[in-house]
């Protein structure tokens, strides 16, 4: 996965409680992604950020905090999770040299 | 509004069938389309990049072409490792994807 790690593999929140995602990358690119995966809604942009420091929202960012303090990490959080949050969530930088996007292999949460 | 479509939902082919998958868009300046492979409990593969309308990319089985409204991704005499599911996505101001296509190779 080009490089691109994501913490913890799989986990089970009850609603209401918080946690953090972790994406971590070892190439040095500027722009990391979160996406959200469901069936039959495709991947869809949580938040993003084109460099240390810098976060925007993206297509779904509801209920979603995120942080990029390290150039090399980019952090997910879920301040009060809700069932709604059940999904698959991906990482993905950007190499600009083929201007398309790497991803890692995933969180599985599931609120309960 | 940029919008990706991606036909048929699932496909189901014997091996050494040949068939194609479709990724209908619309999209306003075009700077990229690419393809991905997603393996069950993955995350998306990169395969091809195109960026205008009559480009071409291949790779083993697999060869993807694009149109100003479309692109094929051709499967040539697949093989039972094919089986993923392909996702298309098309970058305007930002990357839209398709909901993917399924495709299953059996024996």
């Known amino acids: 996965n080009a490089g691109v790690t994501q913490t913890p593999k799989f986990r089970v929140l009850k609603t209401g409680q918080s946690m953090t995602l972790l994406c971590a990358q070892d190439?040095?690119?500027?722009?990391m992604y979160w996406y959200r995966q469901d069936p039959g809604m495709g991947l869809r942009l949580i938040h993003y950020s084109v460099g240390e420091g810098t976060t925007a929202k993206g297509e779904v960012p509801d209920g979603y905090n995120v942080s990029r303090l390290k150039k090399q990490n980019f952090l997910l959080g879920l301040e009060s999770a809700a069932p709604s949050q059940t999904s698959v969530y991906f990482c993905?930088?950007?190499?600009?040299?083929?201007?398309?996007?790497?991803f890692g292999p995933g969180t599985r949460l599931l609120v309960l | 509004e940029d919008q990706v479509t991606q036909s048929p939902e699932a496909l189901r082919l014997q091996e050494g069938e040949s068939s194609s998958l479709n990724c209908s868009y619309t999209?306003?300046?075009?700077?990229?389309l690419f393809w991905y492979r997603q393996d069950p409990g993955k995350g998306p593969e990169f395969l091809f990049t195109?960026?205008?309308a009559g480009e071409e990319k291949e790779k083993e089985r697999l060869k993807a072409t694009l149109t100003k409204k479309e692109s094929f991704l051709h499967i040539t005499a697949p093989k039972p490792e094919d089986s993923a599911t392909y996702l298309c996505a098309v970058e305007g101001g930002k990357l839209i994807f398709g909901q993917g296509t399924e495709l299953s190779v059996k024996p």
């Open positions: 993905a930088i950007r190499d600009p040299a083929m201007e398309t996007q790497y």
């Open positions: 999209v306003s300046g075009l700077r990229g």
């Open positions: 195109l960026y205008s």
């Open positions: 190439m040095n690119h500027e722009y």
